[in-house]
């Protein structure tokens, strides 16, 4: 079935890389994308609608969209806190590739061999991405998360904190995209295939807050006192110090770690 009467599952071709480049430019417009970060959106974007079609450049687009918004939503409540964070609201490609490489390839894949379990597999990934930006724009206003493991609590913007809201959060930004995936199924709408890309999506986002308790790499600003993702130099130009995790895994590693667990449960369960 083609829900108002369009070949959602339509290959674009060449159309697919100008639309992408469009949507590329107006994100940098936007200042939502840096200039490292629009070059990559092109590329991932092209990927996808060229070899998938309008169906998979709208989940791309609920993703991304709902993420900066909440991105831009939260900037003012979280400025406290962000200089947790390693990096600003602007995506670079490192980012970009993090969030949507993966996706890119299931389109690949897709193109390759159309299966049902692709389409669940690349939604998957953009779900566990969605609940992870949602959980964390969102999560860090609560004042007291606690710490995934031990339980107790911490300051919000830890990397492994987790609170009502950001589980709330994660729920909502996986299961938008796991609705628009059931609906938009190649074939007909499939509930079934919803439900796997949304506990893909939950999955995804536990691993993400279990690695970043354990194993990301956390650095510590001798000159603020505090901890931070940032390394080498803190924003306050002072030189970081290796605190704990392994001192490769950054945050864009933790997250391309778990959306390719979310992409697996979405393959075995999509199919
Ligand atoms: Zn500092």
């Given at each position: 079935?083609?829900?108002?009467?369009?070949?959602?599952?339509?290959?674009?071709?060449?159309?697919?890389?100008?639309?992408?480049?469009?949507?590329?430019?107006?994100a940098?417009?936007?200042?939502?994308?840096?200039?490292?970060?629009?070059?990559?959106?092109?590329?991932v974007?092209?990927?996808?609608?060229?070899?998938?079609?309008?169906?998979w450049?709208v989940?791309l687009?609920a993703?991304?969209?709902?993420?900066?918004?909440?991105?831009?939503?939260?900037?003012?409540?979280?400025?406290?806190?962000?200089?947790?964070?390693?990096?600003?609201?602007?995506?670079?490609?490192?980012q970009?590739l993090?969030?949507?490489?993966?996706a890119?390839?299931?389109?690949?894949?897709?193109?390759?061999?159309?299966?049902?379990?692709?389409?669940?597999?690349?939604?998957?990934?953009?779900?566990?991405a969605?609940?992870?930006?949602?959980a964390?724009?969102?999560?860090?206003?609560?004042p007291?998360p606690?710490?995934?493991?031990?339980?107790r609590?911490?300051?919000p913007?830890t990397?492994?904190?987790?609170?009502?809201?950001?589980?709330?959060?994660?729920?909502?930004?996986?299961?938008?995209?796991?609705?628009?995936a059931?609906?938009?199924?190649?074939?007909e709408?499939?509930?079934?295939?919803?439900?796997?890309?949304?506990?893909?999506g939950?999955?995804?986002?536990?691993?993400?807050?279990?690695?970043?308790?354990?194993?990301?790499?956390?650095?510590?600003?001798?000159?603020?006192?505090?901890?931070?993702?940032?390394?080498?130099?803190?924003?306050?130009?002072?030189?970081t110090?290796?605190?704990?995790?392994?001192p490769w895994?950054?945050?864009?590693?933790?997250?391309?770690?778990?959306?390719?667990?979310?992409?697996?449960?979405?393959?075995?369960?999509?199919?």
């Amino acid at each position: 079935m083609d829900p108002f009467g369009v070949a959602w599952h339509a290959p674009l071709g060449w159309w697919g890389v100008a639309w992408a480049a469009g949507i590329a430019w107006a994100a940098y417009r936007a200042r939502s994308l840096s200039p490292s970060g629009a070059w990559a959106a092109w590329g991932v974007g092209s990927a996808i609608l060229a070899l998938g079609g309008w169906a998979w450049g709208v989940l791309l687009l609920a993703f991304f969209v709902s993420s900066s918004g909440w991105s831009r939503w939260a900037a003012a409540r979280k400025r406290a806190t962000a200089e947790k964070f390693a990096k600003g609201s602007r995506r670079d490609a490192g980012q970009v590739l993090a969030n949507g490489g993966l996706a890119a390839a299931l389109a690949v894949a897709y193109a390759w061999q159309p299966a049902a379990r692709w389409w669940a597999a690349f939604a998957a990934a953009l779900a566990a991405a969605a609940a992870d930006t949602w959980a964390t724009e969102i999560g860090v206003l609560h004042p007291r998360p606690r710490h995934i493991l031990s339980g107790r609590v911490v300051a919000p913007g830890t990397s492994g904190g987790v609170s009502p809201w950001g589980w709330a959060a994660a729920a909502g930004g996986a299961g938008l995209l796991a609705a628009l995936a059931g609906l938009l199924a190649p074939g007909e709408p499939n509930g079934r295939l919803a439900l796997s890309v949304w506990l893909g999506g939950l999955v995804g986002s536990a691993v993400d807050s279990l690695l970043g308790a354990t194993v990301q790499a956390m650095y510590y600003c001798p000159a603020c006192a505090k901890e931070t993702e940032q390394h080498p130099f803190h924003r306050c130009g002072a030189r970081t110090q290796h605190r704990r995790g392994w001192p490769w895994l950054h945050n864009d590693g933790v997250n391309a770690a778990s959306i390719a667990v979310a992409a697996l449960v979405g393959f075995l369960l999509g199919g």
